[in-house]
């Protein structure tokens, strides 16, 4: 059962099997933000191992499946499992799909970045 709780002074809230959802602005980010909070999980829907399995979806796509794997933590089990010449042929690929830039510096960064973690330069614009 779903319900909406709204209190004075708080967020917006829906909870679902004791899991608390915010959806909110956050205008300091500009950013709509989901806050996600499981401490109050209801115990039937617990995993063995304590986690909870959540899968996120935006649109079409899923952005996390119920493992917690996401697009960047994919792309960084493929790398520590390939050897040098592969990690080149999945950064290119990477690249290709905007799941990664490379900056002039060499470092390579997610491709949601609009900074290098390496060097704070601005992300080139993309070459049409
Ligand atoms: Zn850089």
Avoid: K
């Amino acid at each position: 059962m779903a319900m909406a709780m709204t209190e004075p002074g708080t967020l917006p809230c829906l909870q679902v099997a004791g899991i608390q959802v915010y959806l909110y602005l956050d205008a300091d980010d500009h950013v709509v933000r989901v806050a996600v909070h499981l401490d109050t999980t209801d115990e039937e829907l617990l995993a063995s191992d304590g986690t909870v399995p959540i899968e996120v979806v935006v649109g079409d796509t899923i952005v996390m499946d119920h493992t917690g794997r996401t697009a960047d933590t994919v792309l960084c089990e493929l790398l520590d499992s390939a050897d040098e010449q592969q990690q080149q042929a999945i950064r290119d690929a990477a690249i290709t799909a905007g799941l990664l830039w490379r900056c002039t510096c060499d470092w390579y960064n997610p491709g949601d970045r609009p900074r290098c973690d390496s060097c704070a330069s601005h992300r080139p614009h993309a070459v049409l």
